[in-house]
Structure formats: C-alpha cells, structure tokens
C-alpha cells in the first residue's frame, strides 16, 4: 500500500543528526549519523533507494571493518508488516512490564530504564 505525502517546496523532507564522541584528547573516537526522511534520494550521501541497507558500520583502524545491517521486507509475510514498523512494535510491546513496573504519575521514556535482551551464560538453560 502507498500512502501519498506531500512534502511543500522549501520545506525539510529529512533531518540527519550526527553525535561524535571524543577521547579526552579531542579525537574523536565514535560517530553516530541518524538519518530520518519523509523518501529515498533527497540528493548525494542521503540513502537512494529501498534496495540499499537501513544501517552501515563502518569501523577504522588497524584492520578497517565495514558491515551492511538490513531490514529485508518479505513481501510473502501474512502479518503484513513493514520490517521498520515490526521493529517499532516489538519495542512497543517490550516496554509494557517497564510501565507496570513504573511509580503511579506521568513519566517519559527517559524516566525509564530501555527494554533490553535477557542474556544467559554459555551452557546455561533458559
């Protein structure tokens, strides 16, 4: 399903933030590009098309490493869900116990702890 939106001259149709860390020398030691956009292609360095992936890592040193991190769509799938939204879902439903859990009283998602994966040693059972 295509859904139309209109995006009117002159106006963002995608913002990119970058977050760099540095070393107490000033160099820096990690950075961090987030880009969030309305389409694909919205001129050179910005992600062109569905077919390239969500996320790059790109390591530099002594050996370089870079790796492509994807979100493939089977379009076969009967949930019907688009890997993104899955994705946003699943964090959705991992932060019902955070919220049970939480003081009566508003909060936001900083006053809570982030879900994460239970981790188990090697050998151990679930």
Same mark, same amino acid.
């Given at each position: 399903? =295509? !859904?139309? @939106?209109?995006? +009117?001259?002159?106006?963002?149709? &995608? #913002? *990119?933030?970058?977050?760099?860390?540095?070393?107490? &020398?000033?160099?820096?030691?990690? /950075?961090? #590009? %987030?880009?969030?956009?309305? *389409? @694909?292609?919205?001129?050179?360095?910005? =992600? +062109?098309? $569905?077919?390239?992936? %969500?996320? *790059?890592?790109?390591?530099?040193?002594?050996?370089?490493?870079?790796?492509?991190?994807?979100?493939? !769509?089977? !379009?076969?799938?009967?949930? &019907? @869900? /688009?890997? #993104?939204?899955?994705? %946003?879902? $699943? +964090?959705? #439903? %991992?932060?019902?116990? =955070?919220?049970? /859990? $939480?003081?009566?009283?508003? *909060?936001?998602?900083?006053?809570? $702890?982030?879900? +994460?994966?239970?981790?188990?040693?090697?050998?151990?059972?679930?």
């Amino acid at each position: 399903m =295509r !859904h139309a @939106l209109k995006v +009117r001259a002159g106006t963002p149709a &995608g #913002v *990119r933030w970058t977050f760099t860390a540095y070393t107490t &020398g000033d160099l820096p030691f990690f /950075e961090l #590009v %987030n880009e969030q956009t309305v *389409r @694909l292609g919205l001129g050179e360095g910005w =992600r +062109r098309s $569905a077919d390239e992936p %969500n996320w *790059r890592v790109e390591i530099s040193g002594t050996p370089s490493i870079t790796c492509a991190i994807d979100l493939p !769509h089977d !379009h076969d799938d009967a949930s &019907g @869900l /688009e890997p #993104v939204s899955a994705l %946003n879902a $699943a +964090r959705a #439903v %991992n932060f019902i116990p =955070r919220l049970i /859990e $939480a003081p009566a009283g508003a *909060r936001t998602v900083l006053d809570l $702890a982030a879900p +994460r994966a239970a981790t188990l040693a090697l050998g151990a059972e679930p």
